[in-house]
């Protein structure tokens, strides 16, 4: 009979977050580490995802994971060793009404608190700064030069290759079925390529946080939900932010090689995982963004796809370790927004298991105890 493998920590998804958490964990030392994935790197919602990087939130915590994040972000390609397109183009956040301009302003004043240098431009400085952009119904923007983007499935590959560097390991189309709790801690997990042995076992598990976590015995207050997204054919690049608007229901950027890829919420979606796309997104993003951004009359959607985002019930990411299940860690719920803020939570939870505290970012109160104690308050920036 062969030798059951045991590792010190197995990671379940190989999206940005898990492979964000072994680079942390083996860069502390921990290298007896494996990801599990169940299909390719990247494929849950990282790789559906824009690669927009914004420290414009209206909550501290999500202000404070953002900024230690674009710290890591810029220092990706020495750090890690893959160049990530990573780009600081900023974000411009268009508001189209009185009541969230206000809100604007509030937080504006919170996220100078926190030192992130944030301007408010007036309709007429967004023309003049943006002559393509049609401002009309435009009540006032801010602006944050060192917001960003970059791509997804590069920052995925380059934590991986980190991480197989290093000594950890990462096993692909390799589904966890089962996690093994023995007297209230975790010993082990059962996957399609058989039973490994492990002291801790992270929830990275994105759209299937809550059905993971059922493995464990834990139930997280997680539902998923679809968002579609698309890409045109490449122009000359001229458009170096991301361009937002939660009023107005869009965001857009342009990659590296020219496209555009953009993208719009839609409040009638179900919860559940559904990776279809539909006519009627197409049809009402295309001409919204054609008023907005009058240039893109004439270019085509090349390609358009949907992912899921992992929703929590205050719009804010749940992190932290379990009290019901020893060895049980999570890192979910980030409603819209886990790739800008996976370096910074990756590099938390890795220095709370290796070190037994966060030491760069507080991600205390992102525990699911928040939602027991009633503690929360909604992320109002999202689309
Ligand atoms: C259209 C769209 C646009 C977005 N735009 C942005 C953006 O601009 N900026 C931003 O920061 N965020 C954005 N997001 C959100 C972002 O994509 C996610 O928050 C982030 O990618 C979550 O990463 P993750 O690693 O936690 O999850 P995922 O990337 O989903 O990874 C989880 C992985 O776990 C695997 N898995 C699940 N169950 C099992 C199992 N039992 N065994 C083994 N493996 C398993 C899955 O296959 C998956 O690969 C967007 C999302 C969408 C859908």
Redesign the pocket.
């Given at each position: 009979m062969s030798e059951i493998k045991k590792y010190d920590v197995c990671i379940?998804?190989?999206?940005?977050?898990?492979?964000?958490l072994g680079y942390f964990l083996c860069k502390f030392g921990k290298t007896s580490v494996a990801i599990?994935?169940?299909?390719?790197?990247?494929?849950?919602?990282?790789?559906?995802?824009?690669?927009?990087?914004?420290q414009q939130w209206s909550t501290r915590a999500n202000v404070r994971l953002a900024m230690r994040s674009v710290k890591l972000f810029e220092r990706f390609k020495e750090d890690v060793g893959m160049d990530i397109e990573y780009r600081q183009g900023g974000y411009l956040v268009l508001s189209y009404n009185e009541q969230e301009a206000e809100q604007f302003e509030r937080n504006v004043k919170m996220q100078r608190e926190e030192g992130l240098n944030v301007e408010i431009l007036t309709p007429k400085q967004v023309s003049e700064k943006y002559p393509y952009i049609n401002t009309e119904g435009i009540v006032m923007a801010t602006f944050c030069q060192t917001d960003g983007?970059a791509n997804?499935h590069k920052a995925?590959i380059g934590y991986a290759q980190a991480i197989r560097r290093m000594g950890g390991d990462i096993y692909t189309h390799?589904?966890?079925?089962n996690v093994d709790v023995q007297n209230g801690r975790v010993t082990g997990i059962e996957?399609s390529a058989g039973y490994f042995a492990c002291d801790i076992v992270v929830n990275?598990?994105?759209?299937?946080?809550r059905?993971?976590s059922q493995?464990v015995g834990v139930d997280l207050p997680t539902e998923s939900y679809?968002?579609?997204?698309l890409v045109t054919e490449p122009l000359e690049n001229f458009f170096p932010m991301?361009a937002i608007s939660f009023s107005g229901n869009f965001?857009m950027?342009q990659t590296q090689h020219g496209q555009f890829i953009l993208?719009q919420g839609d409040k009638d979606e179900k919860p559940g995982i559904n990776h279809n796309v539909t006519y009627k997104f197409e049809k009402e993003l295309a001409s919204k963004m054609v008023r907005i951004f009058p240039f893109l009359r004439d270019i085509r959607i090349i390609r358009h796809?949907?992912?899921?985002?992992?929703m929590s019930p205050d719009a804010q990411p749940i992190i932290g370790q379990s009290e019901k299940v020893k060895g049980y860690y999570y890192?979910?719920g980030?409603?819209?927004?886990?790739?800008?803020?996976?370096p910074a939570v990756g590099e938390a939870l890795a220095e709370t298991i290796v070190f037994g505290k966060a030491l760069h970012t507080d991600i205390s109160y992102l525990d699911l105890t928040r939602f027991e104690k009633m503690q929360i308050e909604k992320e109002k920036n999202v689309v």
């Open positions: 379940i998804g190989g999206g940005i977050t898990g492979t964000a599990f994935e169940k299909s390719y790197l990247s494929s849950g919602s990282t790789g559906r995802c824009a690669g927009g990087i914004r983007h997804p995925v390799t589904e966890v079925k996957t990275a598990s994105g759209p299937w946080s059905e993971v493995l679809r968002h579609q997204i991301m965001y950027r993208g796809w949907s992912g899921m985002y992992n890192a979910v980030y409603s819209g927004h886990g790739f800008m803020v996976a």
